[in-house]
């Protein structure tokens, strides 16, 4: 400290001068003075450094004593040397004058006379001032050393507070994100480069707006109420979507985060935006949505967006029904597969364009399922023809030819319609229906709608549950076998038995054959089913054998076409009749017309082996189908069953219907020509049977005689005779 | 912010209605670096517990004692934390005096003597100021100041005179001192002074002074011996170890005053193996 730094000790003019008793009261003087001040001041010394600092004053002072002239010079300079020195505690200089006037003469051995005294009090008086003289200068030098030191402090904690504020500035103003700040009230205060060019307003304009001139119509409603928490200091921030609209009309999608700042209180005194510029993702976003929400293809919303839709219109109830048309193209796979993908493409891209055209309008959503499946939506429909005239609009306008590439392509479509009152319904329940009734649409010949009907599909539903059960019913041993008497009207003699099969089933009690033969034909089912009544007959067949010998009756079969097409067929009826030991000539297999008609070689083949066999063959429900008589001349054929219809006329006691005798006893006659046996199948009445003997009809069978009845009953009945 | 209150000796504004530790001081001192706000809780301060003066300048005495005998032992570099206002005797005129080439920074967190202290250091090359919150020693050690000046080669003095007694329990003395022990080489020294007594040791005045510390200049902690002598963990301490403050390496026996042997304070010198 170079202010500060004094040489302490004051060297001694001419101390060799003095004399050494003066020297040494000097030194004995110096001694007491220095614990006369020690700790009045404090002062950078040692004691002994101190004592000797003060022998240096202390000769000073005598040599001033003694010198001549006089002067007084040295006390002012010894008193401005104990303030460098430090010696700034003012007891030092109270003491030090006391001790000066009390021990320095005698200390030094000088006689107290006037003139010594007079010089003392002199020096000692100089001393005082030198003394004061210095404090005040050294005070005065440190106080505007220490002044000095505040203002550098504050111009170096400005510079701080300047570059920190330069820093902060630079920040607001070449950030990438947009930054605005508000006063509480929403006046916007100041905004930064980046806001300006993203909503195309100056800081001038800008500063025109309150923050709620900035509300955009399409604003979430949770914006504007966080934005009121904000400003009511309920919330210190919060983040939100929200568009902007610019300057030049357009829109700007942010994400925007607010933060409110408070005072040294904790009041709500400023606002701060930090605005991010999401446009483009939120484009990407939409443009990702509507991908994921829309055929490619037609462009047409796709099965998500749909079934979204669906799923509102049920959730929001807003309308009270709402009506489904599902629509598929008639025949598209086979453009698709002859013409090629490209051009059954285009063909839906075509009819994608022709539904949307005929259905826009508000509450309306025209679909594309995928493949060839369309559906539209109707919300809000009044009644079912609402959307049957959706339905009509859109086959007519499907009815003029496509032209694709050089082709003249002409389409229809089946559409399945159900439409509803919502309550008590489902999404779910809606699609389905929708879909059976299309499917009904098909079935029902195409090109066409079809409404759901719930009648229609409660039988569909049965026919569903009986058809899926039917294998475990087999397995369980739910079927049975009953017999009817074909009795010769000759003699009134049983002498074939026609095994006819029956489902005791465990919800729907006992089921005739009509209610599930279709069934069993259409899943294929049909086939062990045919093969198990076969079984049954046939052991039932044997059992009458053994019980009654050459009286036991033939056991007559229904044979199923899907059977009778059946490559297994006689190897089955062979085995089955060696399993059973049953003679061949008490079998008879019963085929529809159609069925020994209509086929192919192979069948008929096989119908010639049974027959080679011994098996009998008889034709059912002769006279129903469009029998080539020609042709029934070289059938394997033993028996013709006339259909009950024909025995309609011949049923009253007193009067016939010519033209139906007349049939029959042509029938008759045919099939004796053709060395056949005839059997009139629907006898109910005496008169019938009478009649029919008179024709010459050979066998009989129908309640007339008996009903269809358990293998016991018919034990019984042989008995009897 | 608010509610907080801050301590006197902390950055940031320059509030001269505010004492300030560093400039009563050296008003207690003799200085007159200093302000009326200043000059009237030290007048206090001494007026209701004379015995503090004898305390400060004892403790000013022991700074000139032990860099005295730092220079002795080889010492060449000095680390004074807590500087406070450059008066008289201050460590660079001691150490400069032995050897015109030893190296001093002078630490203090006050805005005012760390510019007080750069104004009258101008020139001086061998002498850095830093304004710096002395705990943080991470801060001081990584400064400028500080590795410009001093060589971390060679042995250094770490002097925390009259400093620890204003850092509590709370904010870890020990953990202070130790992070200032760990960067310093072999060889290098620490010296302290503490405010402090013995269990069953008690004096009305010594209360007395803790009350107007805590509540006009800064709050003080007093630690006993053994709390001292902990603070030198990671340091042989030389002898005396841990001694009154008057006691440590008197110059004379003159220079002992009649409670030297129950002075409140401590002072220790420690040498890092």
């Given at each position: 400290?170079?202010?500060?730094q004094?040489?302490h000790r ?9 004399d ?5 009261g000097?030194?004995a ?12 001041s404090?002062?950078?010394m ?7 600092h ?5 000769e ?5 004593l003694h010198?001549t002239?006089?002067r ?15 010696f ?6 109270g003491?030090?004058?006391q001790?000066?006037?009390?021990d ?5 051995g000088?006689a107290?006379?006037?003139?010594m ?8 008086g100089?001393?005082s ?16 050393a ?14 701080a ?5 330069a ?12 930054i ?9 205060l100041?905004?930064?480069q ?11 304009e ?28 309920e ?22 985060t607010?933060?409110?700042v ?11 935006a930090?605005?991010e ?7 990407l ?9 829309h055929d ?25 029904r ?21 051009i059954g ?19 309306k ?9 369309f ?6 429909s009044?009644?079912t ?9 859109v086959?007519r306008?499907?009815?003029?030819p ?21 309550s ?37 539903v049965?026919?569903f ?27 009134s ?13 465990p ?14 034909e ?9 093969r ?36 297994e ?5 062979k ?8 003679p ?5 297999l019963?085929?529809?017309e159609?069925?020994v ?13 049974l ?5 009998r063959i008889?034709?059912?429900?002769f006279?129903?189908g469009?029998s080539?008589?020609a ?25 016939e ?5 007349q049939?029959v ?16 199948e ?15 009809c050979?066998?009989?069978?129908g ?9 016991a009953?018919?034990?019984?009945l042989l008995?009897?005779? | 912010?608010?509610g907080v ?16 530790i560093?400039?009563v001081?050296?008003?207690w001192?003799?200085?007159a ?6 000059r009237a ?19 000013r ?19 004074d ?20 080439t030893?190296?001093?920074?002078y630490?203090?967190?006050d ?7 750069r104004?009258?250091l101008?020139?001086?090359?061998l002498?850095?100021v830093?304004q ?5 020693a991470?801060a ?17 003095a770490v002097l ?7 850092v ?5 003395p020990?953990?202070?001192v ?13 010296a302290?002074?503490?405010?402090g ?15 107007l ?11 006993d011996?053994?709390?001292v ?7 042989d ?6 001694a ?14 009649d ?15």
């Amino acid at each position: 400290m170079t202010t500060e730094q004094v040489d302490h000790r004051v060297a001694a003019p001419g101390r060799s001068n003095l004399d050494p008793a003066v020297l040494a009261g000097a030194e004995a003087f110096a001694r007491t003075w220095a614990t006369a001040v020690i700790g009045s001041s404090y002062v950078p010394m040692t004691r002994a450094e101190v004592a000797e600092h003060l022998r240096a004053l202390t000769e000073v002072l005598v040599h001033a004593l003694h010198a001549t002239p006089f002067r007084t010079a040295p006390g002012y300079e010894i008193g401005a040397r104990l303030v460098e020195a430090h010696f700034t505690g003012t007891d030092t200089l109270g003491r030090t004058i006391q001790l000066l006037g009390d021990d320095l003469l005698g200390e030094l051995g000088i006689a107290p006379d006037e003139l010594m005294r007079s010089r003392l009090a002199a020096l000692q008086g100089a001393l005082s001032a030198g003394y004061a003289r210095a404090l005040r200068e050294r005070t005065l030098a440190e106080q505007e050393a220490i002044r000095a030191a505040v203002l550098d402090a504050r111009d170096q904690a400005e510079a701080a507070l300047r570059a920190s504020e330069a820093r902060f500035r630079a920040m607001f103003t070449e950030a990438a994100i947009g930054i605005g700040i508000a006063d509480i009230e929403g006046r916007i205060l100041d905004v930064n480069q980046a806001l300006q060019e993203m909503l195309g307003f100056s800081v001038e304009e800008m500063r025109q707006y309150n923050i709620r001139d900035l509300m955009h119509p399409e604003d979430g409603s949770t914006v504007w109420r966080l934005y009121d928490q904000l400003t009511a200091g309920e919330c210190d921030h919060y983040r939100a979507e929200k568009r902007f609209r610019r300057a030049d009309g357009e829109q700007v999608w942010t994400h925007l985060t607010l933060s409110l700042v408070r005072d040294d209180h904790g009041e709500p005194q400023y606002q701060v935006a930090m605005i991010e510029d999401v446009t483009d993702r939120h484009l990407l976003q939409n443009r990702l949505r509507y991908q994921a929400l829309h055929d490619p293809l037609t462009g047409l919303p796709n099965r998500a967006l749909f079934l979204e839709r669906l799923g509102r219109v049920f959730n929001n109830r807003a309308r009270r029904r709402a009506g489904l048309c599902y629509l598929d193209l008639d025949g598209f796979k086979v453009i698709n597969d002859s013409l090629g993908h490209d051009i059954g493409d285009q063909l839906l891209v075509e009819v994608g364009r022709r539904l949307d055209h005929s259905v826009s309008g508000d509450g309306k959503l025209v679909a594309r399922m995928g493949g060839d499946e369309f559906v539209i939506l109707v919300e809000g429909s009044r009644d079912t023809q609402d959307i049957v005239d959706v339905a009509d609009r859109v086959l007519r306008e499907l009815e003029s030819p496509i032209r694709i590439g050089g082709h003249e392509l002409t389409v229809s479509a089946s559409i399945g319609i159900v439409e509803r009152e919502l309550s008590g319904t489902t999404a779910a329940d809606l699609m389905r229906d929708a879909d059976i009734t299309l499917y009904w649409a098909k079935a029902d010949g195409k090109s066409r709608w079809a409404l759901y009907d719930p009648d229609r599909n409660a039988k569909e539903v049965a026919r569903f549950t009986l058809s899926a059960t039917m294998p475990a019913a087999l397995e369980r041993d739910e079927f049975y076998v009953d017999y009817q008497p074909l009795v010769r009207l000759e003699d009134s003699t049983v002498v074939g038995v026609e095994a006819l099969v029956r489902w005791q089933h465990p919800e729907f009690g006992r089921l005739a054959p009509d209610r599930f033969i279709e069934l069993a034909e259409e899943t294929g089912l049909i086939v062990p089913l045919g093969r198990w009544v076969l079984r049954r007959a046939c052991r039932q067949a044997r059992r009458w054998l053994e019980e009654f010998g050459e009286a036991a009756p033939f056991v007559s079969v229904n044979l199923a076409v899907r059977q009778s097409r059946d490559p297994e067929l006689v190897r089955d009826v062979k085995r089955i009749l060696d399993e059973c030991a049953l003679p061949p000539h008490h079998l008879q297999l019963e085929l529809t017309e159609s069925a020994v008609m209509g086929t192919a070689d192979e069948p008929l083949e096989a119908l010639r082996a049974l027959s080679d066999m011994g098996v009998r063959i008889a034709i059912d429900d002769f006279g129903t189908g469009y029998s080539n008589l020609a042709y029934l001349k070289h059938l394997p054929v033993h028996e013709l069953k006339i259909a009950g219809s024909f025995m309609e006329g011949l049923r009253a006691a007193d009067e016939e219907d010519a033209v139906d005798v007349q049939i029959v006893s042509t029938l008759v006659q045919l099939a004796h020509a053709l060395q056949l046996g005839v059997t009139a199948e629907g006898v109910e009445t005496p008169a019938q049977a009478k009649r029919l003997h008179r024709i010459g009809c050979d066998t009989g069978q129908g309640w007339f005689f008996a009903k269809p009845m358990k293998p016991a009953d018919i034990d019984e009945l042989l008995r009897r005779r | 912010m608010d509610g907080v209150e801050r301590p006197v000796w902390a950055p940031g504004d320059i509030d001269l209605s505010r004492p300030s530790i560093a400039r009563v001081y050296d008003y207690w001192l003799g200085g007159a670096h200093n302000f009326a706000v200043d000059r009237a809780v030290g007048d206090k301060v001494i007026a209701d517990v004379p015995v503090l003066r004898s305390v400060i300048l004892n403790h000013r005495a022991f700074l000139r004692r032990a860099v005295r005998y730092l220079l002795a032992h080889g010492i060449r570099q000095f680390l004074d934390l807590g500087s406070g206002i450059p008066t008289v005797g201050n460590v660079h005129e001691i150490a400069q005096s032995v050897d015109p080439t030893a190296r001093v920074v002078y630490v203090d967190i006050d805005p005012v003597a760390v510019a007080h202290s750069r104004a009258i250091l101008t020139g001086n090359e061998l002498v850095g100021v830093l304004q710096t919150d002395v705990r943080d020693a991470r801060a001081v050690l990584d400064s400028p100041e500080v590795r410009d000046m001093l060589d971390f080669d060679q042995p250094i003095a770490v002097l925390m005179v009259a400093l620890l007694h204003f850092v509590p329990d709370a904010e870890d003395p020990a953990g202070v001192v130790a992070a200032y022990r760990d960067v310093i080489p072999a060889g290098s020294f620490l010296a302290v002074s503490h405010a402090g007594h013995e269990d069953g040791e008690w004096d009305p005045a010594w209360d007395d002074a803790k009350g107007l510390y805590n509540r006009g200049v800064s709050p003080i902690t007093y630690r006993d011996r053994s709390s001292v002598e902990s603070l030198f963990k990671g340091f042989d301490l030389v002898a005396p170890g841990v001694a009154r403050l008057p006691l440590w390496h008197p110059e004379s026996p003159d220079d002992l005053g009649d409670d030297a042997t129950h002075f409140i304070g401590y002072a220790a010198v420690g040498r890092k193996p």
